[in-house]
């Protein structure tokens, strides 16, 4: 994706007066860079300096007083790259004209640390081509302090906004692009803001990366972000390895790894962003055919932080397959395990190492680990195939007891399952227990004949009889599904030869696998025969098949010198003819004969209902616990070097992380920030990584309400996402901070209804949360809490008071004055709507402020004038005279927040009018924000089946709500009090 040509960027300055907190920035600093030159020079502003030295390397701007490390500095300085200055001709791709795109880091760097001159902001401004405005009142004097903090509370606003516009079910171009384009403008109102520039590194995440504009724009925002927060540990990498991949061949690149790499340097970097930096470059290396150099640098990377789960993860899957060593590749599952507890792969990968290898005791703890992880009261085949390989490790472990009672236990679960579910349609069977108690779901046979096995050799007879009766039940259904699925694969207008021929192989597997579990645990020679006679009648068994089970159906027949001849004429090597043969044994009471066939059995599948049967009645038949072999002792002592505290973080109840939010400078009013701070706690002893997969999530959930006092109803706000991988790892018992203001987030947008009344917010913060029926919860090693209450008060208004707000309105001194005025302007607009609410003398009231308010919102400056464009209430009747000075203003700041703000749709006039504008920059604008309507139009169209019969124009007969606009506003609804959250677009 390319950007078009001769783009015009963001808007030119407004007046500062020279007590900005931020001194020589804007004379020197980043305004004249982001907004474009209005005097006719290049649309870059200006030519990029070649001898930037730190920028010469990284393409960003070079901050006087930052300084990463020495070895950042070194690599720096090492290379240069070639010109990032982007041509004046952009080819166009999937986002379009980007507007706002023109900031040249290179020459940022250069104003910076240079000074720059100036752009005018008054549209008369010398050099400005533009005419006059004809529309333009008389201003009225600021102070100020009223520009800065209304330059601060939009730079708020278009942070905001610049998320909701893609917090959409479908995301078109054009939002993506109005993303990008806002969060610009929040950088420009507010450039010492670190939430500003997240905002605007994470839409360039979302533009084209390819584009040196886009690719300039983010490093800009890295280093911003770096100045304003030096403690992010990601925001270090991602310079470090940007400034790296920048370089034009493979062979600098890996230079510059090798140099940052280097042992003197590693110190320096610190051991996560080392290992993180290794991680890559093993990649580089691999992608150049240098295998010995990707083993090496992917082994550096897990050995300078083993807790990098991404790096333990990739080093495991790849390294285990080149080594034959039993205990080295457990040893790798198990680094990886132990970097993310919650990596089931890992996890499962281990225990099954230490299963199959006869390491039960092992394979037993940390496949209960598995089970706890993944444990669901649904029906779910790979959570009950977990089960049963956790059941028999139990069983191998010595503890038979314990491994009848998880498969017990999920009967009775599934059960319970299927009761709701038939409740729900025959609701009468809830007031039968009897019909309730026959109910029981059918499990796979498999399950029951590993409880049927684990009950025969406790000896539970009893017990044993009624698991038999169920596992052929469960056969006798599966049975009958394949059946049902065959005759359906049959009917087919076109049969597929393939899927009936595997469904038809399935069903003789399940009846040969009930034939067995009939001769060899329920030792019902009838039952077995009957599944042979049926399999045999379906798919024709082969003679090795009938040989086998003929056998065994010889010896259920009480003879077994006849079975034993049998088997042993039988060149079948498999365990179920092996066991068979031990079987005959003893049933000759060739004890020896028999103890060395069970010991074979075991040993050729130590891992299956076999091997672990086979083990058992060897153990029973010598008298004695089978010892384990050489490698099974040595995967038993690696096992044993895990803590039972790592055991102790998957029990009910625990707590392994614990989050917390605190307030922090409490909010006078709704349109203030909205500071907290949020802390995570890691209660283990284990260091836990901040990744994607765990085990501490890198987004954080909150979840929001809105009420006010003496009001029943209250406003959810949709969930809220925010990313916590400001750093690596948690320490041990050690706690991480991250600052958050709300006022960026949809909580600040939907505040702004609330301006006049003031409300109470309750927040709740879940960290590694999941999805359920009911919403989201925490998950494993998760945890949710409650933050107090915040209470924002309203103002409380008399005639009096509202006189004195018009009267101070007109010549405002502070900020405040112009909060009190957008309040009683939301309680004037409430009046308009329901004006049973307002008394005669104060209707008049709220007329004068309808008649004071265009010369009022005409006359303020630029940054406070689009402030107020967004907070003001919805569009309504009393606003509109207000609103018309507006329309026709020229400065594209303006024009783009009435856009933003207040265009009711696609056909809106003033959206044609920025359209046409000679301004690029405004006409760009107006094609942006067109382009998202029509998408939003066209959405709502065929999400409510209207205006089908005329493509992308709705009937004029059924008014389309915009997209966000509250229904209620439509022609023939009920009326109720207008909402800048509902019907603020985005």
């Given at each position: ?21 931020s ?15 209005a ?22 701007a ?130 010492d ?68 790499l ?70 790798l ?63 191998a ?14 009967q ?8 709701r ?8 069977v ?31 007879m ?10 052929f ?56 025969d ?121 029990r ?56 006010v ?51 109470s ?61 957008v ?15 307002a008394?005669?003398?104060r ?11 265009p ?70 604008y ?7 309507l ?10 409510f ?42």
């Amino acid at each position: 994706m390319r950007l078009p040509s001769r783009i015009s960027t963001c808007t030119p300055m407004t007046d500062r007066p020279s007590s900005n907190r931020s001194g020589q920035w804007w004379t020197s600093g980043l305004r004249p860079y982001l907004g474009l030159a209005a005097r006719g020079e290049s649309h870059l502003g200006y030519e990029p300096n070649e001898g930037l030295g730190w920028a010469g390397i990284c393409g960003v701007a070079a901050i006087r007083g930052i300084s990463f490390n020495t070895a950042t500095s070194q690599l720096l300085a090492s290379a240069r790259p070639s010109s990032l200055s982007p041509s004046k001709h952009f080819r166009h791709g999937l986002l379009g004209a980007l507007a706002c795109l023109s900031v040249n880091a290179l020459s940022l760097a250069s104003a910076w640390q240079e000074g720059a001159p100036g752009t005018a902001s008054n549209p008369t401004a010398p050099g400005d081509a533009r005419a006059p405005d004809a529309t333009a009142r008389p201003k009225i004097s600021l102070p100020p302090g009223v520009t800065t903090a209304a330059q601060q509370s939009l730079a708020r606003v278009f942070a905001s906004y610049s998320g909701k516009v893609l917090r959409k079910d479908e995301v078109a171009v054009s939002d993506l692009e109005l993303s990008l384009l806002l969060a610009q403008q929040s950088v420009e109102q507010d450039p010492d803001n670190v939430f500003c520039w997240r905002a605007l590194f994470n839409a360039t995440l979302l533009s084209d990366g390819t584009n040196p504009e886009i690719e300039s724009l983010r490093a800009t925002a890295i280093e911003r972000i770096l100045a304003l927060d030096p403690g992010d540990e990601q925001m270090k990498l991602r310079r470090l390895a940007e400034a790296i991949e920048r370089a034009p061949t493979a062979e600098e690149r890996a230079a510059r790894y090798e140099s940052l790499l280097s042992p003197k340097n590693r110190s320096t970097l610190g051991n996560q962003i080392a290992s993180r930096l290794a991680f890559k470059y093993a990649f580089l290396l691999q992608r150049t055919g240098d295998v010995p150099g990707f083993e090496r640098w992917l082994g550096e990377s897990v050995t300078l932080d083993p807790a990098n789960p991404e790096a333990t993860a990739i080093a495991a899957g790849y390294f285990r397959f080149a080594s034959e060593d039993a205990a080295k590749e457990a040893e790798l599952l198990m680094t990886a395990m132990l970097a993310n507890p919650l990596d089931t792969l890992a996890l499962r990968g281990f225990a099954s190492r230490l299963f199959v290898r006869g390491a039960y005791r092992g394979a037993s703890r940390f496949l209960d680990v598995c089970v706890h992880l993944a444990e669901t009261p649904l029906p779910l085949e790979a959570y009950d195939a977990l089960l049963v390989d956790a059941a028999l490790a139990r069983w191998a472990a010595g503890r038979p007891e314990e491994a009848e009672n998880l498969l017990t236990r999920r009967q009775r679960q599934l059960n319970e399952f299927m009761r709701r579910e038939v409740g729900r349609s025959d609701p009468a069977v809830l007031s039968d227990p009897k019909r309730l108690a026959e109910l029981r779901y059918p499990v796979r046979g498999n399950e029951v004949v590993v409880r049927a096995a684990v009950l025969r050799a406790q000896g539970k007879m009893d017990l044993l009889k009624d698991v038999t009766v169920e596992a052929f039940d469960s056969f006798d259904q599966e049975i009958t599904n394949y059946r049902a699925a065959l005759g359906e694969l049959q009917k087919a207008t076109v049969p597929d030869p393939r899927q009936i021929e595997r469904v038809t192989a399935e069903i003789a597997t399940t009846r040969l696998f009930a034939a067995l579990f009939a001769y060899w645990i329920a030792e019902d020679a009838t039952k077995g025969d009957a599944y042979i006679k049926a399999a045999d009648a379906d798919t024709p068994l082969s003679e090795a098949a009938k040989a086998r089970f003929s056998a065994w159906a010889q010896l259920r027949s009480a003879e077994p010198a006849k079975a034993l001849e049998m088997f042993k004429a039988l060149s079948d090597e498999s365990p179920a003819a092996k066991l068979g043969l031990a079987f005959s044994h003893l049933a000759m009471n060739d004890r020896r004969s028999a103890a060395e066939t069970l010991l074979e059995v075991w040993r050729t599948a130590p891992d299956t209902l076999f091997g672990i049967d086979a083990r058992d009645r060897l153990a029973r038949l010598l008298g004695a616990p089978i010892p384990t072999d050489g490698v099974a002792a040595q995967l038993e002592a690696l096992a044993d070097t895990v803590p039972p505290s790592f055991d102790r973080m998957f029990r009910e109840g625990a707590q392994p992380l614990a989050v917390r939010v605190v307030w922090g400078t409490h909010p006078t009013t709704v349109l203030d920030p909205i500071p907290a701070t949020v802390e995570i706690a890691n209660l283990t002893q284990w260091p836990l990584a901040i990744d994607d997969t765990g085990p501490v999530r890198n987004i954080l959930c909150f979840q929001s309400t809105i009420g006010v006092a003496g009001q029943s109803e209250t406003l959810e706000i949709p969930y809220l996402f925010h990313p916590i991988d400001r750093n690596f790892v948690i320490p041990p018992r050690g706690t991480i901070t991250l600052p958050v203001d709300f006022a960026y987030t949809d909580l600040g947008i939907s505040l702004l209804s609330f301006t006049q009344p003031g409300c109470s917010v309750t927040l709740r913060a879940i960290v590694n949360w999941d999805t359920n029926e009911g919403g989201l919860r925490a998950s494993a090693f998760g945890d949710s809490t409650d933050a107090d209450l915040l209470r924002v008060e309203g103002m409380r208004l008399s005639d009096e008071w509202i006189s004195s707000v018009i009267a101070r309105a007109q010549s405002p001194q502070s900020i405040q004055d112009l909060a009190n005025l957008v309040a009683v302007a939301h309680a004037a607009a409430t009046a308009s709507v329901r004006p049973e609410l307002a008394s005669d003398a104060r209707k008049d009231l709220y007329a004068k402020l309808w008649a004071a308010l265009p010369d009022i919102l005409a006359g303020l400056d630029v940054p406070t004038q689009c402030w107020l464009l967004f907070v003001l209430p919805d569009n309504i009747p009393p606003l509109e005279p207000s609103l018309e000075p507006i329309r026709k203003s020229r400065e594209p700041l303006v024009r783009l927040s009435y856009l933003v703000r207040r265009a009711a749709a696609s056909t809106d006039v003033v959206l044609e009018e920025a359209i046409r504008s000679d301004d690029e920059r405004i006409a760009r604008y107006g094609a942006v924000v067109k382009g998202m309507l029509l998408h939003d139009e066209e959405v709502t169209r065929r999400d409510f089946n209207i205006g089908t019969g005329r493509p992308n124009t709705a009937p004029e007969e059924t008014p389309l709500p915009t997209p966000g606009e509250n229904p209620a506003s439509l022609p023939g609804a009920k009326p109720e009090t207008p909402s800048p959250a509902s019907s603020s677009r985005p």
